[in-house]
């Protein structure tokens, strides 16, 4: 992946506020890419404490991956901001950020 396009993704990134979440999708529609782009990004992120790549989660709501521990690790850093979860471990609905409009201009 050409380095522009992935210093672009973890821009986004890292304006998803603490205690909120956003999806591959969303991410990907805010930059004209596609979701697969936008984790095989964050998949490489070298900077995960600046690069909150635990706040990008699946459309449904389930938690994807993490490179960093898995997905119990993200499911703790994100419970620890706040973020509450459905009895089936998805996001709530009010935690999740679907207008690729709010990540460019924050």
Known sequence: MDDSIASKIYEVVSRIPRGKVT?????????????????????KNPRPL??????????????GGYSYGGPEVKR????????RFDANGKVLEEYIIRDPKQLLYR
């Open 50 to 63: 600046v690069v909150p790549c635990h706040r990008v989660v699946m459309h449904d709501g389930s938690l």
């Open 76 to 83: 703790r850093l994100l419970e620890q901001e706040g973020v």
């Open 23 to 43: 999806t591959y999708g969303t991410i990907a529609s805010a930059l004209g890419l596609s979701p697969r782009a936008v984790a095989a990004a964050l998949k």
